[in-house]
């Protein structure tokens, strides 16, 4: 049996402990009770979160008829859905290219759809060329143009779409150490949906 299934049980048993070290008398019928009521509680929790699940899986499976057209990779990945979208950018430049817009329109078109209490990050990259806290800066500034875009032409709210930098991160490279001409694939975003149900809480302008 599972820690959540378990939390019920265990509950009412603290509250009987509690009860017992205080010398009070916890009765039959209030003891029945709690547990009823932790047990409906659970049950509640394991029902939403299913349903968290399916609404996931639909997503999941439209993101990809739309992305069907563009060059764009997206893993389920236990309540997250990270999105390796084809919006790439010019050397040293942080310009959101016209040809990118069609697919970031559909991604939050599908996101007003089926989630929009969800919290999208934009994760921003560069290549390795340069200084690492330059490039830590132009990838915040793409994702930052992808965010606005999100925002002012794709309609999805301000407080749900944040922009984080990672840089030049050698672990998350598509195509490790390529930069110039060669590294078009490392000068990218990648967008990250959770499914927290309320506004994200303020994370570092340059991520990690």
Not at 5 to 23: E, F, G, I, K, V
Not at 175 to 198: C, F, I, T
Request: charge should be negative; glycine fraction near 8%.
């Amino acid at each position: 049996m599972s820690q959540l299934h378990h939390a019920p049980l265990l509950l009412a048993a603290a509250l009987l402990t509690t009860a017992c070290a205080s010398d009070q008398y916890v009765k039959r019928t209030e003891f029945d009770t709690t547990v009823s009521e932790l047990r409906a509680s659970d049950a509640g929790l394991a029902n939403e979160l299913e349903g968290f699940r399916d609404q996931f899986t639909e997503m999941t499976r439209d993101l990809n008829t739309r992305f069907g057209d563009y060059d764009t990779t997206i893993a389920n990945l236990q309540g997250r859905l990270r999105v390796e979208m084809s919006a790439h950018f010019g050397y040293d430049d942080d310009t959101l290219r016209a040809a990118d817009k069609p697919a970031l329109d559909e991604f939050a078109a599908v996101v007003s759809d089926y989630a929009p209490n969800v919290v999208v990050t934009v994760e921003g990259f560069t290549d390795p060329a340069g200084d690492p806290e330059y490039n830590r800066q132009l990838g915040l500034r793409r994702a930052k143009a992808v965010r606005d875009y999100l925002v002012n032409v794709g309609g999805l709210s301000p407080d749900s779409v944040r922009a984080v930098s990672y840089g030049e991160d050698a672990a998350r490279m598509l195509q490790p150490g390529a930069w110039g001409e060669d590294g078009s694939a490392n000068r990218r975003v990648s967008l990250v949906v959770d499914y927290l149900g309320h506004a994200p809480r303020e994370l570092s302008s340059t991520g990690n």
